[in-house]
């Protein structure tokens, strides 16, 4: 009808119960006034005197157990049964005194985090974090504008079973989606985060005591404020500086410690660090003062209120945090052709110009360009002399063909003309297929440094890259003339230096193929598709060795028949009884001899002639030994007649 109204919806209220027996709380006391803190026995009792106070003596007799207890932190581990989760909750939330003292318990979720450094299983580590710990990280992590998956909060039903697991698993991809990011991965607060004992330091603080000793011999300069979170090494400091008669003029300190990679002796260190202001080059951002010793290595440079090139391509302010300034950027879109050929082919001249020189760089990257005008200017010649690590050294480790510290430049280079071209880093390296770019030449290069066939045949120099069509046809104006005049006693320094970074990088290279290798091998030996396999293949083993046991104990049953009658015995029938042996050993004693039997007609024979062949037929022996045991009837004996002459003879 078209009338009729539908029916009313039905409702059904379910109410879901967790199928675990018992359920466990993590508790803190908290004492607030102080005081002497309960034992064990005494915190046992608490519980019980709360469930007493709120549910009487049913909610008393409630069995709760204390599985852990530490009375430094008055936190313990509590299990109870899962009909009594409620009243024990409800009890220790109301519990507001213990001895004439305020006290609050607080239930906690704590979750425990591996974490592991490199390939190797034995730099490993665990650590205990609470959901408001994650809740913390996030909240201070919103600077970068990032959208992370941290799990909601849940004010109500938060301890849960199933909703725990499915928070567990939320926090896992949080984490992954924090450590698979290139910068958040590098930033102070993951790294605290993650491993608190080795981050636990304020770094801000040692660079100025490190400054101020530094200028106690120098007078003139003074430090106007630190530039906080600018860069995204934790242990390099930046701080804004000027000259005392010259209050106008704008300067930045930068400060570091050395790295992993620091193998000049600390003589060499702190002369080739001073002698970095005598470098001149077109290219090269001028150092205005330099010093080291052997802890630690500052530089003071012109500031520069434009910035960086990174600064350029992210429309980024130079003194924003790194995280603020590159993490996601509000507008992507790529430099001008004529900018990215004319910038290129500056950083091509001065990475050749070092290369001549035998200085070590392996530090290119977007943020290490000053930008003077239309002039590309590098920065940070400090940093592979203090053996500090590589922005991008966790992709060119995967590589193996990248081994040496040009190759490490040519790949960071390429990693700049991506930016410069596409207005972003690209997503993944090695990178598949390129986006419509403004020349086909770009793509030519970038083809040549970042796809999967470049990593397995080798970057190309920097030479080859000069001589490419993209940067082939540029005209340089700079008419200034390079000077670096390095000694030979500091350039055999340099030299073996550059030598143990190489070594180290080619064993980290090695140990990160063999993991991958092993990981590998795991995985494919752990498919489902390996189980069935190895399962198919385990069962016709087993069918082959219960067969070749078999024929092995009928062999050795046979050959013990065969030494039990000296010659083949011959066949017998199945009626008639197997006659007994006369030759061989015997485990019964043998009776004593019978008298002299008058000579009888030889018994009708049943024998089968035998075959040339020794070998019997082990089954068909069997199998007529037992037919003639199971067949054999005692009704179907005869009745024989003895002549017994052993009994006297009375004549």
Same mark, same amino acid.
């Given at each position: 009808?078209?009338?009729?109204?539908?029916?009313?919806?039905?409702?059904?209220?379910?109410?879901?119960?967790?199928?675990?027996?018992?359920?466990?709380? &993590?508790?803190?006391?908290?004492?607030?006034?102080?005081?002497?803190?309960?034992?064990?026995?005494?915190?046992?009792?608490?519980?019980?005197?709360?469930?007493?106070?709120?549910?009487?003596?049913?909610?008393?007799?409630?069995?709760?157990?204390?599985?852990?207890?530490?009375?430094?932190?008055?936190?313990?581990?509590?299990?109870?049964?899962?009909?009594?989760?409620?009243?024990?909750?409800?009890?220790?939330?109301?519990?507001?005194?213990?001895?004439?003292?305020?006290?609050?318990? &607080?239930?906690?979720?704590?979750?425990?985090?591996?974490?592991?450094?490199?390939?190797?299983?034995?730099?490993?580590?665990?650590?205990?974090?609470?959901?408001?710990? =994650?809740?913390?990280?996030?909240?201070?992590?919103?600077?970068?504008?990032?959208?992370?998956?941290?799990?909601?909060?849940?004010?109500?039903?938060?301890?849960?079973?199933?909703?725990?697991?499915?928070?567990?698993?939320?926090?896992?991809?949080?984490?992954?989606?924090?450590?698979?990011?290139?910068?958040?991965?590098?930033?102070?607060?993951?790294?605290? =985060?993650?491993?608190?004992?080795?981050?636990?330091?304020?770094?801000?603080?040692?660079?100025?005591?490190?400054?101020?000793?530094?200028?106690?011999?120098?007078?003139?300069?003074?430090?106007?404020?630190?530039?906080?979170?600018?860069?995204?090494?934790?242990?390099?400091?930046?701080?804004?500086?000027?000259?005392?008669?010259?209050?106008?003029?704008?300067?930045?300190?930068?400060?570091?410690?050395?790295?992993?990679?620091?193998?000049?002796?600390?003589?060499?260190?702190?002369?080739?660090?001073?002698?970095?202001?005598?470098?001149?080059?077109?290219?090269?951002?001028?150092?205005?003062?330099?010093?080291?010793?052997?802890?630690?290595?500052?530089?003071?440079?012109?500031?520069?209120?434009?910035?960086?090139?990174?600064?350029?391509?992210?429309?980024?302010?130079?003194?924003?945090?790194?995280?603020?300034?590159?993490?996601?950027?509000?507008?992507?879109?790529?430099?001008?052709?004529?900018?990215?050929?004319?910038?290129?082919?500056?950083?091509?001249?001065?990475?050749? =110009?070092?290369?001549?020189?035998? =200085?070590?760089?392996?530090?290119?990257?977007?943020?290490?360009?000053?930008?003077?005008?239309?002039?590309?200017?590098?920065?940070?010649?400090?940093?592979?002399?203090?053996?500090?690590?590589?922005?991008?050294?966790?992709?060119?480790?995967?590589?193996?063909?990248?081994?040496?510290?040009?190759?490490?430049?040519?790949?960071?280079?390429?990693?700049?003309?991506?930016?410069?071209?596409?207005?972003?880093?690209?997503?993944?390296?090695?990178?598949?297929?390129?986006?419509?770019?403004?020349?086909?030449?770009?793509?030519?290069?970038?083809?040549?440094?970042?796809?999967?066939?470049?990593?397995?045949?080798?970057?190309?120099?920097?030479?080859?890259?000069?001589?490419?069509?993209?940067?082939?046809?540029?005209?340089?104006?700079?008419?200034?003339?390079?000077?670096?005049?390095?000694?030979?006693?500091?350039?055999?320094?340099?030299?073996?230096?550059?030598?143990?970074?190489?070594?180290?990088?080619?064993?980290?290279?090695?140990?990160?193929?063999?993991?991958?290798?092993?990981?590998?091998?795991?995985?494919?030996?752990?498919?489902?598709?390996?189980?069935?396999?190895?399962?198919?293949?385990?069962?016709?083993?087993?069918?082959?060795?219960?067969?070749?046991?078999?024929?092995?104990?009928?062999?050795?049953?046979?050959?013990?028949?065969?030494?039990?009658?000296?010659?083949?015995?011959?066949?017998?029938?199945?009626?008639?009884?197997?006659?007994?042996?006369?030759?061989?050993?015997?485990?019964?004693?043998?009776?004593?001899?019978?008298?002299?039997?008058?000579?009888?007609?030889?018994?009708?024979?049943?024998?089968?002639?035998?075959?040339?062949?020794?070998?019997?037929?082990?089954?068909?022996?069997?199998?007529?030994?037992?037919?003639?045991?199971?067949?054999?009837?005692?009704?179907?004996?005869?009745?024989?007649?003895?002549?017994?002459?052993?009994?006297?003879?009375?004549?």
């Amino acid at each position: 009808m078209a009338g009729a109204e539908p029916p009313a919806a039905t409702f059904e209220r379910r109410v879901l119960r967790s199928a675990a027996e018992h359920h466990y709380l &993590r508790v803190r006391l908290e004492l607030p006034d102080g005081g002497a803190r309960p034992s064990v026995a005494q915190f046992k009792q608490l519980v019980v005197s709360a469930l007493r106070e709120l549910h009487g003596e049913v909610g008393a007799a409630l069995p709760v157990d204390v599985l852990t207890y530490e009375e430094k932190t008055l936190s313990a581990i509590l299990r109870v049964v899962s009909s009594g989760l409620v009243k024990l909750w409800s009890a220790l939330t109301l519990l507001g005194f213990y001895q004439n003292r305020r006290c609050a318990f &607080r239930v906690l979720q704590e979750y425990i985090i591996r974490v592991q450094r490199g390939v190797s299983a034995e730099n490993s580590w665990q650590i205990v974090r609470r959901y408001s710990d =994650f809740d913390l990280l996030n909240n201070s992590l919103q600077i970068s504008t990032l959208s992370l998956p941290l799990p909601p909060k849940k004010l109500i039903g938060n301890m849960e079973r199933e909703f725990i697991a499915e928070r567990q698993k939320g926090l896992q991809a949080y984490l992954d989606v924090i450590t698979t990011h290139h910068i958040l991965s590098n930033c102070e607060l993951v790294k605290k =985060f993650l491993d608190p004992n080795s981050y636990s330091v304020n770094y801000t603080e040692i660079a100025l005591q490190h400054v101020s000793m530094f200028f106690r011999s120098e007078p003139k300069w003074e430090v106007v404020e630190p530039l906080k979170d600018i860069g995204w090494r934790i242990r390099k400091k930046y701080f804004l500086m000027k000259i005392k008669n010259q209050p106008k003029e704008r300067l930045m300190l930068s400060w570091a410690d050395p790295g992993p990679d620091k193998y000049l002796s600390d003589k060499d260190l702190q002369y080739a660090v001073k002698l970095l202001s005598s470098c001149s080059h077109p290219y090269i951002y001028k150092i205005t003062f330099a010093t080291a010793n052997e802890s630690s290595a500052l530089v003071i440079r012109p500031f520069s209120e434009k910035g960086t090139l990174k600064d350029l391509i992210y429309k980024a302010k130079p003194k924003d945090p790194f995280l603020k300034k590159y993490c996601n950027p509000k507008k992507i879109q790529g430099l001008e052709l004529q900018q990215i050929k004319t910038y290129g082919r500056q950083i091509l001249e001065v990475l050749k =110009f070092l290369h001549e020189k035998g =200085f070590p760089y392996g530090h290119l990257h977007s943020a290490n360009v000053m930008l003077d005008g239309d002039t590309c200017k590098l920065l940070d010649l400090e940093n592979s002399l203090l053996g500090l690590p590589s922005f991008y050294r966790s992709y060119f480790s995967q590589f193996r063909k990248i081994n040496t510290l040009e190759g490490v430049d040519v790949h960071c280079f390429g990693h700049l003309l991506y930016e410069m071209t596409y207005g972003r880093p690209p997503d993944t390296i090695p990178v598949d297929s390129f986006p419509p770019a403004p020349s086909v030449f770009v793509v030519s290069v970038l083809e040549s440094i970042l796809t999967c066939e470049a990593m397995k045949n080798g970057m190309p120099t920097v030479s080859r890259l000069l001589q490419m069509p993209l940067f082939s046809d540029v005209l340089l104006t700079n008419s200034e003339k390079p000077q670096f005049k390095i000694p030979t006693k500091l350039k055999e320094a340099l030299k073996t230096s550059k030598e143990c970074i190489e070594k180290r990088l080619t064993e980290e290279q090695k140990l990160i193929h063999q993991h991958r290798r092993l990981t590998r091998a795991q995985s494919h030996h752990g498919s489902e598709e390996e189980k069935k396999k190895r399962k198919i293949l385990a069962r016709k083993k087993s069918k082959r060795s219960a067969y070749e046991s078999g024929e092995e104990h009928s062999a050795k049953y046979s050959n013990s028949n065969n030494s039990g009658s000296g010659a083949s015995s011959p066949l017998t029938s199945p009626s008639s009884p197997t006659p007994p042996s006369t030759a061989g050993a015997s485990s019964i004693p043998p009776a004593p001899p019978p008298p002299p039997l008058p000579p009888a007609a030889p018994p009708l024979s049943t024998e089968v002639p035998m075959q040339p062949n020794p070998q019997p037929d082990v089954s068909a022996s069997r199998g007529a030994l037992l037919s003639s045991i199971q067949n054999f009837q005692k009704g179907t004996l005869k009745k024989t007649q003895t002549c017994d002459y052993s009994a006297p003879r009375i004549s």
